[in-house]
């Protein structure tokens, strides 16, 4: 683990809502280590992870990085929580597969992700930017759970309280990169 991935955690309850690793944004992953480390699948968060929410304009930067996820033999899937024909149009931009109406936590979409990335949960990690959808989900899982900064500070009024939570469990943690 690196000096600032933070301690192993000293409760399961604790572990759960910690993240393996943190980082800036999606482009600061290094897709390289991740392959090395025996990643294969990479189940991945759209709003505010991807794209900042609401946004249809999916930029050149982000269809590069989702090319260079292939080019490094990743299957990928965007699993989110979101159901509007948005999702389906960034999938399809990106070439990734979809899981939407995740209700992430809950394990059942991350289930019918590993299956259409063909990977077990051993072999893949969660990317978002939420402690309490994604990273809960991905722990719950067994999976590797890689956190990112939120794109944009608007979101939806529960989820601004769930930031407020999360700000307190992350109080001086920094990104990896």
């Given at each position: 683990m690196s000096a600032n991935s933070g301690p192993a955690a000293p409760s399961r309850r604790k572990r759960l809502l910690s993240p393996d690793r943190y980082y800036t944004s999606v482009h600061a992953i290094d897709l390289d280590e991740l392959r090395s480390s025996g990643v294969r699948g990479l189940l991945l968060d759209l709003d505010n992870t991807l794209l900042p929410r609401d946004t249809n304009v999916v930029p050149d930067e982000l269809v590069a990085w989702a090319a260079r996820v292939r080019e490094h033999g990743f299957k990928a899937c965007l699993v989110s929580n979101n159901w509007?024909?948005?999702?389906?149009?960034?999938?399809?931009?990106?070439?990734?597969?979809?899981?939407?109406?995740?209700?992430?936590?809950?394990?059942?979409?991350?289930?019918?992700?590993l299956e259409r990335t063909h990977t077990p949960a051993s072999e893949t990690a969660v990317i978002g930017d939420q402690l309490f959808t994604d990273i809960l989900g991905g722990n719950l899982m067994g999976m590797r759970t890689l956190m990112v900064e939120p794109l944009s500070r608007t979101d939806l009024p529960h989820t601004l309280i769930l930031r407020r939570l999360e700000a307190r469990l992350m109080r001086g943690r920094l990104p990896d990169a």
């Open positions: 509007h024909g948005r999702v389906h149009a960034v999938a399809v931009t990106l070439g990734f597969e979809l899981v939407d109406k995740a209700i992430k936590p809950l394990p059942f979409a991350f289930r019918r992700a």
